[in-house]
């Protein structure tokens, strides 16, 4: 199975995908995109791993994301992906074939995955439109990207204040 | 049938309406109420027409929308308008007194439209409050305008990722 | 029964509140957190006032929520707070101290209130994380409140163009 789990900041997306892993009772290798850039960022991080179970191997990756997907999923194992937002961020950053060859590497390699897989992203686009180019760019390449990950996902819920909402597939 | 097709940007709102239009086996009009500024906007304009089929009618009109709905609307054919929220800031650019003929011209006209309409409009009031006043005032107009039409509509969705989530009518 | 209703800038969330609080058929108590330190709040507090049936008592009470809740709540009373993003604010605008003591004092007081109890919000972090820092601890802070308040709460509504969305509960 395949999902994506949406939603705003602090909605709640981390813990009910780290939820859906426990309950699988398969081994869970956890893929990190952040880039602990600042203090902020570092704490946030922390905050993460400090809710994660031991058990959990963590692979962290800002880039080649369908590589780690690759060497990691299979049968008996539910790889968790969080985030795809921060993941996004760090491709754009790299310059456009960067950019253009991991997110398209991302959509060739997803549906055929043996394993589960759980992917984590922010929704950004219901706010005003941003002044600022770079982030309108931004919002529409996230667009663009939820919109073909959820076709190709089995499950994809949208979350609000801890509460999951699923928009396809079954509870 | 009246229609809202509400989302984020980049959530497939567009995408939906046209399938709508297209399933609806109906002659189609659709009216356009981008204005083409700047490049962006234009290559936006650009990429919207190049996924439409060839036997559409399109109508441009940014500011008179309830005037062309009543000239294109009635029964075998299906009215799109692709957006709202451009339209809105058309309005409001042109200063009050237009934005309010035009506002209250097509909630009036909007219930008695003898053929099916389709409605496309951002979401734009889940970000941060803005601090600029007047994207504060759009964000609030936006989201005004978008509970009077939801009122007037039969089937009201709101799109996630390309998913539609049905708010109000039947799928 | 406790509820939480959230959704974005004017999207019913009051109206909604407000109707809960008619159908109920109870004395009504208005927990008013809005500080009018400004022309347009003033203008948008007089909004909401206006709407309001005469017979509601109006408690304004912008930081000590859980001791007004504890003073009002009880059977045959129905106590709506509009809003909690209003009321967020004002806490971290008096530092930490107070900001974490009257949170976690409306955790702790909600669950043993005796009457119904309806609370607004707004639902702020779906648009780009904002560049400010302030604003992002905004955010962050409202996103994890609102999951701790779901948490506590019978039923949950989402808010969309007037529209509610059941995101916990019966309907």
Redesign the interface.
């Known amino acids: 199975m395949k999902e994506?789990i949406?939603g705003?900041?602090?909605?709640?997306k981390s813990r009910h995908a780290e939820q859906r892993a426990v309950l699988s009772g398969l081994d869970v290798v956890y893929v990190a995109t952040a880039v602990a850039g600042d203090a902020?960022m570092a704490a946030r991080i922390g905050g993460h791993r400090a809710r994660r179970p031991e058990s959990w191997l963590t692979v962290e990756e800002p880039l080649a994301l369908a590589a780690r997907l690759e060497d990691n999923a299979g049968p008996g194992r539910f790889v968790l992906v969080d985030c795809l937002t921060l993941w996004l961020g760090n491709l754009l950053a790299e310059g456009e074939d960067v950019f253009r060859r991991e997110r398209q590497a991302l959509l060739q390699v997803l549906p055929g995955l043996a394993g589960p897989v759980c992917l984590v992203s922010?929704?950004?686009?219901?706010?005003?439109?941003?002044a600022n180019?770079l982030?309108r760019r931004?919002?529409?390449e996230?667009?663009?990207l939820?919109?073909e990950?959820?076709?190709l996902c089995d499950r994809?819920v949208?979350m609000?204040?801890?509460?999951p909402?699923l928009?396809?597939g079954a509870s």
Chains 1, 2, 3 share one sequence.
């Open positions: 994506l949406l705003g900041a602090r909605s709640g902020e922010n929704e950004v686009g219901h706010g005003i439109v941003p180019p982030a931004f919002v529409d996230a667009g663009w939820h919109q990950l959820a076709a994809v949208w609000a204040a801890g509460l909402l928009l396809k």
